[in-house]
């Protein structure tokens, strides 16, 4: 599956921005997805994942409560919805597919997005 991640931007400290990342392929959702991000100097961090088969979601601890992860199988997509963002949500954020578990673990993932840049400003 190719992934193609957009909707990333500069936004103000307790804005919002919605990520989205759509997929080629017909085995969509046989795939569970996951959004990752980094920051130069950083090790990749995961951010949220939802599962193919029956859609549960994870979350790291930093974004719970306020990222949501949802996806469409019908457009073959999956959305980063996130709100009260903090300068330190700024990072390159990736979307992810995969096959293996567990999926809060980049290592499971197989195919990624060039990634979009989200800056949060203060």
């Known amino acids: 599956v190719q992934l193609q991640a957009s909707g990333g931007g500069l936004v103000q400290a307790g804005g919002s921005l919605r990520l989205s990342c759509a997929a080629s392929?017909?085995?969509?959702?046989?795939?569970?997805m996951g959004w990752f991000r980094q920051v130069p100097g950083k090790e990749c961090e995961f951010v949220a994942a939802i599962s193919w088969s029956d859609g549960s979601t994870y979350y790291a601890d930093s974004v719970k409560g306020r990222f949501t992860i949802s996806r469409d199988n019908s457009k073959n997509a999956v959305y980063l919805q996130m709100n009260s963002l903090k300068p330190e949500d700024t990072a390159v954020y990736y979307c992810a597919a995969s096959r293996a578990l567990p999926i809060t673990r980049q290592k499971s993932y197989e195919s990624w997005g060039q990634g979009t840049l989200v800056t949060v400003s203060s």
């Open positions: 392929g017909r085995t969509f959702s046989r795939y569970a």
